[in-house]
C-alpha cells in the first residue's frame, strides 16, 4: 500500500470520532502524494507522516466561571500545540459552542501549513473553548476570559506559543486574556496577537486576514489576465475576515453584494455598506436583521436547511469567510451554473472536498485557506516582530508588508502545483509549498 494510504488509514482509524481532522487530513495527504512518492522510502523510515499528524501535545481542561446570576458556569478550554518544528506554536483561539477536540485539532493542523507558507518563522497550533460569547455581559466575557487564561497561561508565551483571535474571539477577549496573563505570569510580553493599539497590538491585524484574502485575490485574477474592477463577489459571514473583506473588495473596485451570519444572510444588489455593517457586527454586536432595517435595497432572509444563502447569486468571485463546511457540492454546482469565475476561502475549510473538486473539475481557479487567509496570522507574526524589537510600524508599512507576503502566497502556491505538473492546482501547491519547509526542518531537528 502507499504510504500516503497507509497513514490515512491509521489517521482514521485512531481519530475515528473526529469528522473535521480527518477531513483536514484528508485532503492534505492526498494532495502529497507527488512529494511522498517521490521520498517515499525516506518519509516512511522516518515516519514523517505519522509525526507530523499526530499534535505535539493536547491541552483540554476545565473552565469554571460566575455568571451575572451567581451561578457558576463550566465550560471546556482546549489548545493543541501542533507542531513547532519552524517557530513557537501560532494560532488562534476559538469560542463558538460547537468547539471540540476534532475542530480544534482540524484546525491546529492546517495551522502547520499556513504559517510555514507565510515564510515567517511560526509553528501551528490552536485553541478555544465551547463557551458561547452570544448574549453574554462584559463582565461575564471578562470572567470566562480570566479562568480560561488561568490555565492556558502555564502552556504559553512569547517564545512558546502565542494565542490570537478567530470566531468569538476579538479584541475585546484578547484584551481581557491578555490582563490575566500580565497578572498571573507577571510578565509585559507578546504572548497574545490581536492585541489593542495601546498596549502593543499592531496596526493593520485587524483588517489583514480580509485585505490579505483580497491581495491574494487580486494577484489571482491578474495573472489570468483578468481585473478585480467591476467584478460581482459573493462573501459569507459578516465577521472580521468578512467586514474587511468586503472592505478591501470595494476598494478594489469589485461589488460585494452577499454577507450572512449564523441566522441569515443580507443580498443587497446596491452593494454591500461597509461603515453599516461594521455599525451593526463590530458596535452592536447586533443581527443582520438591523442591517437590512437601516437599508432599502437590502434584503434579509432566514436560513433554512438546505438552501444556498450567499451562494444562490450570479457573481464572479465567491469568497466563503464564515466557518468550516458551509460551501457544499449543490452550492459549488450553483456557483458554476451561474458562471463563478474564481473561488478563495477566506474562512478555515469552508468548502467541502466534493465541492472543491467540483470547482477544479470545472477550471475554476480555487484556493484554499491555508494560502488565501494566511494573512492574519502573518500579521499577527508582524505584530510579535514589533513586540519583540518594542516598537510599532505604521499602518502603510504593516499593509505593505502583508500585500507583499499575499503575493507572494500566490506565487509559492503557483510555482509548487507547476513543478509538480498540476498547474492550476492551488490546493496541491500550498499543501505541497508549506509540508516541503516544515519537513525539511523536521529531519533536520532529528526523531523529536
Ligand atoms: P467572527 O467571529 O468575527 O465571525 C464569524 C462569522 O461567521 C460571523 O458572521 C458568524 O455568525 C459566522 N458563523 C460562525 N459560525 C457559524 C456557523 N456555525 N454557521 C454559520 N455562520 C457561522 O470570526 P472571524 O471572521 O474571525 O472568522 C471567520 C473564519 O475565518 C473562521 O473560519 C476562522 O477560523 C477564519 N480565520 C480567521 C482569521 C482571523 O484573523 N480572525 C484568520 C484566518 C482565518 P454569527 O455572528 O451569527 O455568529
Ligand atoms: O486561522 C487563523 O489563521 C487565525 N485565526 C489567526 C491566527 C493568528 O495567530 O493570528
Redesign the pocket.
Known amino acids: 500500500m502507499a504510504y500516503v494510504d497507509e497513514v490515512l488509514e491509521k489517521v482514521k482509524a485512531k481519530n475515528a470520532d473526529q469528522p473535521e481532522f480527518i477531513q483536514a487530513v484528508t485532503e492534505v495527504l492526498n494532495s502529497l502524494r507527488p512529494v511522498v512518492d517521490a521520498n517515499e522510502a525516506q518519509y516512511r523510515k522516518l515516519a514523517i507522516l505519522e509525526r507530523i499528524t499526530e499534535p505535539d501535545r493536547q491541552i483540554m481542561f476545565r473552565v469554571p466561571w460566575l455568571d451575572d446570576n451567581g451561578n457558576v458556569q463550566v465550560n471546556r478550554g482546549f489548545r493543541v500545540q501542533f507542531n513547532n518544528s519552524i517557530g513557537p506554536y501560532?494560532?488562534?483561539i476559538?469560542l463558538h459552542p460547537s468547539v471540540n477536540l476534532s475542530i480544534i485539532k482540524f484546525?491546529g493542523f492546517?495551522?502547520v501549513f499556513?504559517?510555514s507558507l507565510t515564510t515567517l518563522p511560526?509553528g501551528g497550533g490552536?485553541g478555544g473553548s465551547d463557551f458561547d460569547p452570544k448574549g453574554k455581559s462584559d463582565n461575564e466575557i471578562m470572567k470566562f476570559c480570566q479562568s480560561f487564561m488561568t490555565e492556558l497561561s502555564k502552556y504559553i508565551g512569547a517564545d512558546t506559543d502565542?494565542?490570537?483571535?478567530?470566531i468569538g474571539t476579538g479584541a475585546r477577549e484578547i484584551g481581557f486574556m491578555f490582563g490575566q496573563y500580565k497578572r498571573i505570569r507577571d510578565l509585559y510580553e507578546g504572548v497574545l496577537?490581536?492585541k489593542g493599539l495601546t498596549y502593543g497590538g499592531s496596526l493593520a491585524?485587524t483588517e489583514a486576514?480580509g485585505y490579505g484574502l483580497l491581495y491574494l485575490t487580486e494577484e489571482m485574477v491578474k495573472c489570468h489576465g483578468d481585473k478585480m474592477e467591476g467584478k460581482v463577489v459573493a462573501i459569507s459571514g459578516s465577521g472580521n475576515v468578512a467586514i474587511y473583506a468586503t472592505q478591501k473588495a470595494q476598494q478594489l473596485g469589485a461589488k460585494v453584494v452577499t454577507v450572512s451570519d449564523s441566522t441569515g444572510w443580507i443580498y443587497d444588489e446596491e452593494g454591500i455598506d461597509v461603515e453599516l455593517l461594521k455599525e451593526v457586527k463590530e458596535v452592536k454586536r447586533a443581527r443582520l436583521t438591523e442591517y437590512a432595517a437601516a437599508k432599502k435595497s437590502a434584503q434579509y432572509f432566514e436560513k433554512k436547511n438546505g438552501e444556498h444563502g450567499v451562494w444562490q447569486y450570479k457573481v464572479d468571485i465567491a469568497l466563503p469567510c464564515a466557518t468550516q463546511n458551509e460551501l457544499d457540492i449543490e452550492d459549488a454546482k450553483m456557483l458554476v451554473a451561474n458562471g463563478v469565475k474564481y473561488v478563495a476561502e477566506g474562512a478555515?475549510m469552508p468548502t467541502t472536498i466534493e465541492a472543491t473538486e467540483y470547482f477544479q473539475a470545472n477550471n475554476v481557479p480555487f484556493v484554499g485557506?491555508k494560502a488565501a487567509?494566511?494573512g492574519?496570522?502573518a500579521?499577527?507574526a508582524l505584530e510579535m516582530s514589533q513586540n519583540s524589537e518594542r516598537l510599532s510600524w505604521s499602518f502603510e508599512e504593516v499593509d505593505s508588508k502583508l500585500k507583499g507576503i499575499m503575493v507572494g502566497i500566490y506565487h509559492a502556491i503557483d510555482d509548487a502545483a507547476k513543478k509538480y505538473g498540476m498547474e492550476g492546482n492551488y490546493v496541491a501547491g500550498a499543501n505541497i509549498a508549506g509540508f516541503e519547509k516544515v519537513v525539511n526542518a523536521m529531519i533536520a531537528q532529528g526523531v523529536c
Not at 162 to 166: T, W
Open positions: 501560532k494560532g488562534g476559538r484546525l492546517e495551522q499556513k504559517n511560526i490552536k502565542v494565542p490570537a483571535g478567530d496577537t490581536g491585524r486576514t478555515n485557506g487567509n494566511a492574519g496570522v500579521t499577527s
